[in-house]
């Protein structure tokens, strides 16, 4: 039958999603690192999500039998298996950062220069106080709260930052 096919097909295709989730290393990267993966698992996600969800919906029946069960099955172990390494993907994120960006956000967006270096330079010369990694860190903030990841930071912001309120403080 042609829906044993597709249920098949299915299968297959559940554990090359398996495969790809491990294989993140080879994403090319366009964003931050963090959210370059968790864009691969949403997308990862979305590509068994979407299938299975018309083929429940069409054929609730087929999945009662034998094959539909181990359809289910395996379809409920890929996304646990997506989930999990989301979730250990944001863990290790979240252990990278470092307690000294809590010294960095304190400090002046413009350098405090004396007199006598500003007579010595160009007097149209600033120096901004810009650290990379801090810049990297609010980028990376920024992204994970748009959708489609909408990743919620309060808790991890409230940990590592004491003295931050809320994530509009940052920017």
């Not at 270096?117 to 980028?139: C, G, H, T």
Request: charged share 30%.
């Amino acid at each position: 039958m042609e829906y044993n096919w597709l249920m098949n097909e299915m299968l297959k295709e559940f554990s090359n999603v398996r495969t790809l989730c491990t294989s993140t290393k080879n994403v090319p990267a366009q964003l931050p690192s963090i959210v370059t993966s968790l864009f691969w698992f949403h997308g990862l996600e979305q590509r068994i999500k979407v299938p299975m969800d018309k083929f429940s919906y069409l054929y609730p029946n087929l999945l009662q039998g034998d094959l539909g069960y181990q359809l289910r099955d395996a379809y409920k172990q890929t996304i646990e298996f997506v989930e999990k390494n989301k979730k250990e993907v944001l863990k290790k994120w979240e252990s990278k950062i470092e307690p000294s960006l809590t010294d960095k956000l304190q400090q002046t967006v413009f350098k405090n220069l004396s007199i006598e270096d500003m007579l010595s330079r160009r007097p149209a010369s600033i120096e901004v106080n810009l650290d990379f990694e801090l810049e990297k860190f609010l980028k990376e903030i920024h992204y994970l709260q748009m959708p489609p990841l909408n990743v919620d930071l309060k808790d991890i912001l409230k940990e590592k930052f004491n003295n931050i309120k809320d994530e509009n403080q940052l920017r």
